[in-house]
């Protein structure tokens, strides 16, 4: 089955900076896949999904990109600000496809004013 | 409610009863997702409805844990005679589309955090 691995438990960064949140995974290449935002005591909120056949998307300061050959998405947050702190999941489906999503535990960033 | 609504928030149940959760998902979404998530942990899933139709419960941990949607709408999560390790927040997610779940963001609900004592 497929294994997530997201880089560390926690990520504690300067406010202005960019952060960079590492997701990889170990078995099959994933169709689609997809990052979260999820807040204390909140369900997680949908950021964006990125195909197998995109290298890169961009919506305001997220910046997600896919690589297959090193089995790897990175999560990047430019001009970090303080509200940007929160756990960060990412998410694939499993081969064949229209699968369940399988989640990482997720990295909670702290963005340090 | 534009959102996913869960009730109860909390929930507090002794060794042994029986608990129900419900999940209202945003009106038209035809499929309905329902999670566990642990402490520092990210969701795992116990189950998919397309419309009315359970179409994957392989996530379910025992055969204490049952789902339901009858309408297509609304659904419940019934666990019974509950356990110690049942202890976690229960979350549910709704998507649009039925035909490929994973290329479709799913919205989730705030989930009902369960505690057993």
């Known amino acids: 089955s497929q294994k997530i691995e997201q880089n560390s438990e926690a990520l504690n960064i300067q406010e202005g900076k960019t952060a960079t949140l590492t997701c990889n995974y170990t078995n099959y290449s994933p169709a689609y896949l997809q990052w979260y935002r999820q807040d204390p005591g909140r369900g997680p909120v949908f950021l964006l999904l990125i195909r197998e056949n995109e290298k890169e998307k961009r919506k305001e300061r997220l910046k997600v990109t896919f690589d297959t050959t090193l089995k790897q998405s990175l999560f990047h947050i430019t001009a970090s600000q303080p509200a940007d702190s929160a756990t960060y999941l990412c998410?694939?489906?499993?081969?064949?496809?229209?699968?369940?999503?399988?989640f990482g535990k997720g990295t909670r960033l702290s963005v340090i004013a | 409610g534009a959102g996913v609504s869960q009730s109860p928030r909390y929930k507090v149940a002794k060794r042994g009863q029986d608990v129900a959760l419900r999940c209202d998902p945003i009106?038209?979404?035809?499929?309905l997702f329902w999670y566990q998530q642990a402490l520092g942990q990210g969701p795992e899933f116990l189950t998919y409805?397309?419309?009315?139709?359970?179409?994957?419960k392989s996530g379910l941990p025992s055969d204490r844990f049952f789902a339901e949607r009858p309408e297509g709408s609304v659904s419940t999560l019934k666990i019974q005679r509950t356990q110690q390790e049942d202890s976690a927040v229960y979350l549910c997610?709704?998507?649009?589309?039925?035909?490929?779940?994973?290329?479709?963001?799913?919205?989730f609900g705030d989930g009902t955090r369960l505690s057993i004592l």
């Open positions: 409805f397309q419309n009315e139709a359970q179409l994957d």
């Open positions: 009106s038209g979404h035809v499929s």
């Open positions: 998410a694939l489906d499993q081969p064949p496809g229209n699968t369940p999503l399988v």
């Open positions: 997610a709704s998507s649009k589309s039925g035909i490929t779940s994973s290329n479709q963001p799913q919205h």
